[in-house]
């Protein structure tokens, strides 16, 4: 089982930036692909982007394409979502997970979670 953990949420105003961390522990940790989804007050999950074990391929939901940039460092067993020009909406809490499923271009479901993490929350002010 891997166990996940996220940091790096915080309070920024509107075109901020902020950089979330997901440090994965327990039995391969870097060998999962992984995405980030996030959960808004009231809203449904989210997904937001994934990448492949390797690093070789990602993707980004459409609301954040061109903001968000998602990275791993399996040598440190980290996966990271550099978040720019940040907007009120973007206001969730924020979950890494590894999945089970995941090739280029695949759009990630709840169904395809493996670990997840306590989330981190992330609040953007206008």
């Known amino acids: 089982q891997v166990q996940l953990r996220e940091s790096g949420g915080g309070s920024v105003q509107a075109g901020g930036s902020l950089r979330l961390s997901c440090v994965a522990s327990g039995a391969t940790g870097s060998s999962n692909a992984m995405g980030w989804f996030r959960q808004a007050p009231g809203k449904e999950l989210e997904w937001i982007s994934a990448?492949?074990?390797?690093?070789?391929?990602?993707n980004y939901a459409p609301s954040v394409k061109g903001r968000f940039t998602i990275s791993r460092d399996n040598a440190k067993n980290t996966v990271y979502l550099q978040m720019n020009s940040l907007k009120p909406e973007d206001t969730a809490v924020y979950f890494c997970?590894?999945?089970?499923?995941?090739?280029?271009?695949?759009?990630?479901?709840?169904?395809?979670?493996?670990?997840w993490g306590q989330g981190t929350q992330v609040t953007v002010s206008s």
């Open positions: 990448i492949s074990w390797n690093g070789k391929y990602t």
């Open positions: 997970v590894t999945l089970r499923i995941y090739y280029s271009g695949y759009v990630p479901s709840t169904a395809d979670f493996g670990s």
